[in-house]
């Protein structure tokens, strides 16, 4: 994938105990550093924990939350739904929108969840106590803008510029530049420490003899169509 961001911040947070409510497919660890009073919570891939990872760069697969918007935000589904007939719809991550609202609820304060990667992903939601206050997000060659007056903009992008939204937005938030997006980033500047984490998942359930064939002979099918359609090609 490339460059990839993934995390939310957290700004003067109330209940942080409660992170302790996410359900078990999304795992977490929360930090504190030393060039902010915000705190910073990185949700991890529940299917690669065994993968060594950096932080703040891994996207939840989420499994655990909806993707459609409840009342008062009925409009974003019909956004979406416009997004997908014009197949513009690949960077409006809605359970990542969800998951801000949801850490919002859980956490008190404010929260801004981000996304954005090398592919074209380039997402920003920002909740505070009266619910989703702002979105911001790339959806092909323009810029989609949500507010919390339930206004939504249209932005051309002629920037071609990789994380653009989301190093505008945080640096909006956090008051100041941190190097953290481009080919300058540099997390460890951040000098982050874990305050706490999520209890470790439990094993998962030992596979079949009958899972583990069914496994092998996916692999030998997969190597055989790998052979067929490149074994016989001429080098150029």
């Known amino acids: 994938m490339g460059y990839l961001k993934s995390f939310s911040v957290l700004r003067h947070p109330t209940k942080i105990e409660a992170l302790h409510k ?3 497919s999304l795992p977490w660890v929360l930090y504190r550093s030393n060039r902010t009073d915000e705190s910073f919570l990185d949700v991890l891939n529940f299917r690669k924990l065994d993968q060594s990872t950096y932080p703040l760069s891994s996207i939840p697969a989420i499994q655990d939350l909806p993707l459609e918007f409840e009342p008062p935000l ?8 416009r997004l997908r007939k014009k ?3 690949g960077g409006f991550r809605r359970a990542i929108v969800n998951l801000n609202i949801l850490l919002q ?5 404010e929260v801004l969840t981000l ?3 090398d592919e074209g992903i380039d997402l920003v939601s920002i909740s505070q106590t009266d619910g989703l206050a702002r979105l911001c997000f790339r959806a ?19 920037s071609r510029r990789l994380h653009r939204i989301a190093e505008r937005e945080f640096t909006i938030f956090m008051d100041k530049e941190l190097p953290l997006f481009g080919f300058d980033a540099d997390v460890e500047s951040l000098y982050l420490e874990a305050m706490d984490k999520s209890a470790p998942l439990p094993p998962p359930p030992r596979k079949t003899l009958w899972q583990k064939w069914k496994e092998r002979q996916r692999i030998k099918r997969k190597n055989r169509n790998w052979a067929k359609r490149w074994g016989n090609r001429p080098l150029k």
């Open 115 to 117: 996304v954005s990667d």
């Open 87 to 89: 197949n513009r719809v």
């Open 22 to 24: 996410l359900p078990e």
């Open 74 to 81: 009925l409009e974003l589904n019909e956004l979406y739904e």
């Open 140 to 158: 092909g060659a323009v810029e989609v803008q949500w507010v919390g007056t339930g206004d939504i903009v249209e932005v051309s992008n002629k």
């Open 105 to 109: 609820e859980l956490v008190g304060g």
